[in-house]
């Protein structure tokens, strides 16, 4: 599963990134320790123009009885994407980025313990996650827009550490997720695939970041040397 993630850089890199309005006025914080049922950033395109929102982490679908549901949906699995209920509507309209710079995951040590493991791009550089969203109405009538992490089988470098990784999509596939008008699943079933290991580093982090409460400077900061791929080969 894909549970935490980081997205620390600035917001005129963010803006620059994902090619939204400059204009555009949002109450910006780097987040080092991002979390499910926590409102996080979303990129979607309105036709025109992408534009950023926030959306609550972890979706509840619109034929949901409460919203309790959420915090069981805050991953859809690219096998299954296209054919479970919670998820394939969504995915044929109604999908999103999730700007990130870097995931955690819980690596088991020889003592048995679990430690915690920061992976980024080798260039430090953002991404994006795949994701998907929906609107649910709430008895009262209010509406809240939530969403979920498309993850995939690890490559290489992540299944030493956890056995799924969150979907990076490759910048030039970006707008092909985003776009309202495609609705051909098997392309986007396609895209859903582990980014390369190659281009990819993990290294170790405190444990703290294990608190959702934590969410400073102190979560990203190494605690070892990165561990890449080869190494030790």
């Known amino acids: 599963m894909c549970g935490r993630y980081t997205i620390t850089i600035s917001l005129e890199e963010l803006m620059l990134r994902f090619h939204l309005d400059p204009d555009f006025q949002l109450d910006y914080r ?7 049922g926590q409102m996080v950033l979303a990129v979607v ?3 025109r123009r992408n534009r950023l929102g926030e959306l609550k982490w972890g979706l509840v679908p619109p034929w949901a009885q409460d919203e309790t549901i959420g915090s069981k949906l ?3 699995r ?3 994407v296209a054919e479970k209920p919670a998820f394939r509507l ?3 309209r109604k999908r999103c980025l999730l700007p990130a710079d870097g995931f955690y995951e819980w690596k088991k040590a020889a003592d048995g313990k679990k430690r915690p493991m920061r992976i980024v791009l080798r260039d430090e550089s953002p991404f994006a996650l795949a994701g998907l969203y929906e609107t649910w109405t709430t008895p009262d009538g209010r509406k809240i827009s939530t969403c979920t992490v498309v993850t995939t089988t690890p490559n290489r470098l992540v299944a030493d550490i956890h056995d799924r990784m969150p979907v990076i999509l490759r910048p030039e596939d970006e707008s092909t997720w985003l776009d309202r008008d495609m ?3 098997a392309r986007l079933l396609d895209l859903l695939k582990p980014y390369p290991a190659e281009e990819m580093t993990a290294y170790p982090v405190a444990a703290a970041v294990g608190n959702v409460r934590n969410d400073g400077p102190d979560c990203i900061r190494p605690v070892e040397p990165p561990v890449r791929p080869g190494d030790g080969e």
């Open 30 to 36: 780097p987040r080092y320790n991002v979390a499910p």
């Open 45 to 47: 395109n309105d036709g």
């Open 74 to 76: 805050i991953n859809a």
């Open 78 to 80: 690219a096998e299954t």
């Open 90 to 92: 969504s995915l044929e």
């Open 183 to 185: 609705r051909d699943t």
